[in-house]
């Protein structure tokens, strides 16, 4: 008897030591990257890997040549695909525990320009008019933050490898940049460079303190109407408003404001930070707010 329970035993043993693989692999991937499954716990007899994706209610589906107790997949075909591996042993078959597949996803790279009384936009074509001794800084978004470069006229600029840079002189610049999880997946703007030209009208762009501390935006942050108060006898001739990227959004002429109120409706901007250019009988002012 007590022989009979041991071989009853030993078989119910060697029938569980062949049942349920276990699976593990790289589950999140960097974009043109590869992961690897394998079975973890032992070896069987035969291999056949499946997978389907996990939003849909699609049966498993066979990969094709996935035979054998690992298997290799791709960042794009697999990405949000769940995988399990079938296998035989001593003629039975048995299932595996399933992993699912995703990728990294990130915002794109975004530039924000700093701007500053040495330097506008040329509403005409979007490039940069910089006056000769200005500079204006220039911030990538995260989570670009690891092999940074940064290029002028399509030659790196030696030790420009912070997310910041500082402008100082016409070219056209354009940045390279990964985020620290995906080192090798690099981002750039080099087909839409930014395009930095002298302004040969500096003394006319040139912001005038004075006037720019006459001028008090309310409310801010503004939700609808952006109320402009002049407490001088400036006449007001025109406005520009451009956003962190330096884009011109609006501008329009007032035909000469005197009695020192411009209202704006903000309605058409969405939710950030912008940056309001006044034009004046008294010079220029420069201004931010937000939007809500």
């Known amino acids: 008897m007590k022989k009979n329970l041991l071989l009853l035993f030993l078989s119910y043993s060697c029938l569980l030591l062949a049942q349920n693989p276990q699976i593990q692999g790289d589950v999140l991937l960097c974009p043109w990257t590869n992961g690897t499954a394998s079975v973890t716990n032992q070896t069987y007899d035969t291999y056949q890997w499946y997978f389907k994706y996990w939003f849909t209610s699609d ?66 074509n979007g490039n940069f008019l910089l006056c000769q001794g200005g500079s204006f800084n220039n911030t990538i978004n995260s989570p670009y933050d690891t092999n940074i470069q940064w290029y002028k006229d399509d030659v790196a600029i030696p030790g420009a490898n912070s997310i910041s840079y500082l402008i100082t002189e016409p070219g056209s610049y354009y940045v390279v940049a990964a985020p620290q999880f995906c080192p090798n997946s690099s981002s750039s703007n080099q087909g839409l460079p930014m395009i930095v030209e002298w302004d040969t009208n500096c003394n006319l762009n040139i912001e ?84 809500e």
């Open 59 to 124: 049966p498993y589906t066979v990969i094709s040549g996935a035979t054998s107790e690992s298997f290799t997949y791709d960042w794009y075909t697999y990405d949000q695909a769940l995988l399990k591996v079938v296998v035989t042993s001593g003629g039975n078959t048995y299932e595996s525990n399933e992993i699912q597949i995703d990728s990294y996803a990130w915002s794109s790279l975004v530039i924000y320009n700093e701007m500053n009384s040495t330097v506008s936009v040329d509403g005409n």
């Open 208 to 291: 005038n303190p004075t006037f720019s501390n006459s001028v008090t935006l309310f409310p801010n942050p503004v939700k609808e109407t952006l109320f402009i108060t002049v407490s001088d006898n400036s006449v007001i001739h025109d406005y520009t408003i451009v956003d962190n990227l330096g884009k011109v959004l609006l501008q329009k002429t007032t035909g000469g404001i005197t009695n020192n109120t411009l209202s704006i409706n903000t309605n058409e901007l969405s939710t950030g930070f912008y940056t309001l250019i006044l034009n004046s009988s008294s010079g220029k002012a420069i201004k931010k707010f937000i939007k």
